[in-house]
């Protein structure tokens, strides 16, 4: 953008200094703190509980050492680095402290979207308590503390350590655009997965072995669960980079789960459930399971 240099010589030196520090604290909002950062300024003190000395942090590869059955998962989400600290007391059990950075801050709500169970508590984004654990994402991080074993004091201990360790991340905290696409009529919102892997789509849905949607990193899914009234459905929405990978996945799709599909691509599954797929450009809508053919053509036409 071409700017006028004579305007800018035209402001007042206080102007200056007070657009400097605008922009100063707007550069600062919008970016994320490091690891480091963070390491250096979540206390090590909560309570009765006190970090030990040594922190560790983990990579790419370092993390399988830590955390070998569940790494591939965090490694679906583009997986940086993460912080792992140790809170210990005397009679009381462990907490142990684990700061995930992940590639953006749609890979963080990834990340928390795989495991949506607990009650909600305002801690983070979408903080969630379960027995002996919490989770949150803020930022591009995704943040679990978890008990050794559950005691009102170290429950109490990890609630206070989540509210410090989230005040303590800066950055926005954005939503994958793809979520804003799903109907919200009947949308159960605890039921959202975002992901961009084939595997952690059959974690949760399973389809096929194989990659018969073309799922990278390249692209966006989205996976929810709908009441309306007293019928269920699931919905699958996935954006391709190209609409030509778009109408390759929509063919690959109707060849391997539904052949039988009629010319509006919807089929009346074994179980007695309707399943339907339909293409805009780059967006694949697809119904995986309804409990009535209007359901179907409902939620079809209802996509954002």
């Given at each position: 953008?071409?700017?006028?240099?004579?305007i800018?010589?035209?402001w007042?030196?206080?102007?200056?200094?007070?657009?400097?520090?605008?922009?100063?604290?707007?550069?600062?909002?919008?970016?994320?703190?490091?690891?480091?950062?963070?390491?250096a300024?979540?206390?090590?003190?909560?309570?009765?509980?006190?970090?030990?000395?040594?922190d560790?942090?983990f990579?790419?590869?370092?993390?399988f050492?830590?955390?070998?059955?569940?790494?591939e998962?965090?490694?679906?989400?583009n997986?940086?680095?993460?912080?792992?600290?140790?809170?210990?007391?005397?009679?009381?059990?462990?907490?142990?402290?684990d700061?995930?950075?992940?590639?953006?801050?749609?890979?963080?709500?990834?990340?928390?979207?795989?495991?949506?169970?607990?009650?909600?508590?305002a801690?983070?984004?979408?903080?969630?308590?379960?027995?002996?654990?919490?989770?949150f994402?803020?930022?591009?991080?995704?943040?679990?503390?978890?008990?050794?074993?559950?005691?009102?004091?170290?429950?109490?201990?990890?609630?206070e350590?989540?509210?410090?360790?989230?005040?303590?991340?800066?950055?926005n905290?954005?939503?994958?655009?793809?979520?804003?696409m799903?109907?919200?009529v009947?949308?159960?919102?605890?039921?959202?997965?975002?992901?961009?892997?084939?595997?952690v789509?059959?974690y949760?849905?399973?389809?096929?072995?194989?990659?018969?949607?073309?799922?990278s990193?390249?692209t966006?899914?989205?996976?929810?669960?709908?009441q309306?009234?007293?019928?269920?459905?699931?919905?699958?929405?996935?954006?391709?980079?190209?609409?030509?990978?778009?109408?390759?996945?929509?063919?690959?799709?109707?060849?391997?789960y539904?052949?039988?599909?009629?010319?509006k691509?919807?089929?009346?599954?074994?179980?007695?459930?309707?399943?339907?797929?339909?293409?805009?450009?780059?967006?694949?809508?697809?119904?995986?399971?309804?409990?009535?053919?209007?359901?179907?053509?409902?939620l079809?036409?209802?996509?954002?």
């Amino acid at each position: 953008m071409k700017t006028d240099f004579h305007i800018l010589t035209s402001w007042s030196l206080p102007g200056l200094i007070t657009i400097g520090t605008l922009l100063l604290f707007m550069i600062q909002s919008t970016h994320a703190n490091t690891i480091e950062d963070l390491q250096a300024i979540i206390p090590g003190q909560v309570g009765r509980w006190s970090a030990q000395t040594d922190d560790r942090v983990f990579d790419e590869k370092t993390i399988f050492s830590y955390i070998d059955g569940a790494a591939e998962v965090y490694r679906a989400y583009n997986f940086k680095r993460c912080l792992s600290r140790r809170y210990t007391t005397l009679n009381g059990p462990a907490i142990i402290l684990d700061v995930f950075e992940m590639g953006s801050s749609e890979d963080a709500y990834g990340v928390f979207t795989h495991d949506l169970d607990g009650v909600k508590v305002a801690v983070g984004q979408d903080g969630r308590l379960r027995p002996g654990w919490l989770s949150f994402w803020r930022a591009c991080y995704f943040v679990s503390i978890y008990m050794e074993e559950e005691t009102a004091a170290a429950q109490q201990a990890v609630m206070e350590l989540g509210r410090l360790a989230a005040d303590n991340i800066t950055g926005n905290s954005t939503t994958p655009e793809i979520i804003d696409m799903l109907p919200t009529v009947g949308l159960q919102n605890d039921t959202i997965r975002y992901l961009h892997h084939f595997i952690v789509l059959n974690y949760h849905y399973y389809l096929s072995d194989e990659n018969i949607l073309n799922i990278s990193a390249e692209t966006d899914a989205a996976l929810a669960e709908y009441q309306i009234k007293k019928q269920s459905a699931r919905m699958l929405l996935v954006k391709y980079p190209t609409a030509e990978i778009a109408v390759e996945s929509r063919a690959s799709f109707l060849k391997h789960y539904l052949p039988d599909a009629d010319k509006k691509g919807m089929v009346l599954l074994e179980n007695n459930k309707w399943a339907a797929i339909n293409i805009h450009e780059k967006l694949l809508v697809i119904v995986l399971e309804a409990d009535s053919r209007r359901l179907a053509e409902q939620l079809l036409d209802n996509v954002q």
